[in-house]
DNA sequence: GTTCCACAGGAAAAGATGGTCG
DNA sequence: CGACCATCTTTTCCTGTGGAAC
């Protein structure tokens, strides 16, 4: 008879180490906090708030510090009459255009039901119904865009909202812009016009150490572990492994829970080192799977191509030849074949994913070209491919191949 | 020293798709 | 319906690259 049993030697409050947790505290961020607090003071003072633009890697407190100070921000102005305000947040990740973050602006404001829909109307329109929802909410309104990095080059919004007020499409609101990006090299490719008023307060997050990380994942332990959950000496493992990779706390805490669930699954009674180099690698795996379903049929055909390559022990592998293998299954799945600079764009993308690596060759008169082979385990690609495309015969062919040569 | 191979990757334009509006 | 609109993929055309061969 089956049987479900609570388990509870590891964890305490698993969504303790999660995306989506808020601590009481935010640790080791005193100098960013007190410089963010300062660009916002504005708001409670009742002048036109500032835009702040913050820069930083992925996981180093960026979006935690700003929902931390805009909650007690919003807890604290409600002692000043004279000031409403309302906050805006926005996560830009999967909205790659000005005119896709103002749609979901615009349908955050508006109710379940009146939603607009996200394309079709010319830019010019979607900003004015945003400006008129804007003007219906009044008072000051802070608008977070997180990972705004992701609209690339047009950045129309960025340029339009913090001029809303002047160029007369707002009369009362103001309006104060926080973006937030992972990326350095976003705000030298703004318009200048937009670094200008984007960036009136510029705030750099730093990576963190590892003895800062070590202190955070403290903190988060004690909320989220039991007390005997946990050896020396994970932490500080979870700790080195994410400062030297990112000084990331968002990959140390993944570390850490990921760790904490390989070692539920054997029956540990807590978490060893050996966990967590399990859960470095599914980590690696989770992202590499995440990676490969977005892809469009001709970048996994692409992708096919270089695994069966792999799988006949031929890569690593040039572009001409992974071309030929990517023909012969377009004409075996009876898909029309794609020219080859489009494969080789897929290829890109495939390597900028970090699915595929390249080596640069450069043989003179032969020319210079990249030499692509699989960077994530053989199986792991595989198995993806599996889910996704209908080529069952095909690739029962790629896996019997790799029995053949033994490849893993 | 110059040429030239055979590729990488940028830019622009062309299609396809899925939407609004009068 | 037809005129537009935004966006994504793909094609076309092009420039850049670095050492071997001339």
Not at 188 to 205: G, N, W
């Amino acid at each position: 008879m089956p049987r479900f049993e609570r388990k509870q030697n590891i964890f305490r409050n698993k969504d303790a180490l999660g995306e989506s947790y808020q601590p009481e505290r935010i640790e080791e961020r005193d100098d960013e906090i007190e410089a963010y607090m300062d660009a916002l003071q504005p708001i409670i003072d009742g002048w036109e708030p500032n835009n702040v633009f913050l820069y930083g890697n992925t996981g180093v407190g960026k979006t935690a510090v700003t929902d931390f100070l805009l909650d007690v921000l919003q807890e604290d102005v409600t002692e000043y009459d004279d000031v409403d305000l309302s906050v805006l947040s926005v996560n830009c990740k999967t909205l790659n255009s000005s005119y896709q973050v103002a749609v979901e602006l615009v349908n955050t404001l508006r109710p379940a039901g009146a939603e607009i829909s996200t394309t079709g109307y010319p830019q010019q329109t979607v900003f004015k119904k945003l400006y008129s929802e804007l003007e219906a909410l009044g008072g000051t309104v802070v608008i977070v865009l997180d990972e705004i990095d992701s609209i690339g080059d047009r950045d129309e919004l960025l340029y339009e909202l913090p001029r809303a007020r002047s160029n007369g499409y707002l009369e009362t609101t103001k309006v104060g812009l926080i973006g937030i990006s992972n990326d350095f090299k976003f705000r030298e490719q703004l318009d200048p016009r937009v670094q200008d008023t984007l960036c009136e307060r510029e705030l750099q997050f730093p990576p963190y150490e590892a003895s800062e990380l070590t202190n955070i994942l403290e903190s988060r332990a004690e909320v989220a572990i039991t007390e005997d959950g946990c050896d020396g000496g994970v932490l500080n493992l979870c700790a080195a492994l994410a400062a030297r990779d990112s000084g990331s706390a968002r990959q140390a805490l993944d570390l850490l829970r990921l760790a904490g669930e390989v070692a539920e699954n054997n029956d540990d009674d807590a978490i060893r080192e050996h966990h967590v180099d399990q859960a470095r690698s599914k980590l690696e795996q989770e992202r590499v799977e995440e990676g490969m379903r977005e892809l469009t049929t001709h970048g996994r055909l692409a992708l096919l191509a270089v695994v069966s390559k792999a799988a006949k022990e031929s890569t690593p592998c040039r572009t001409r030849e992974l071309y030929q293998e990517y023909e012969a299954l377009c004409e075996s799945s009876g898909t029309d074949s794609l020219a080859q600079r489009s494969v080789h764009n897929h290829l890109s993308d495939l390597r900028m994913l970090g699915i595929l690596s390249a080596k640069e060759n450069r043989s003179g008169s032969r020319g210079n070209y990249y030499s692509y082979e699989l960077d994530v385990p053989f199986s792991s690609a595989v198995d993806a491919m599996a889910d996704v495309l209908y080529l069952d015969d095909e690739i029962e062919t790629i896996r019997d191949i790799a029995r053949m040569n033994s490849v893993v």
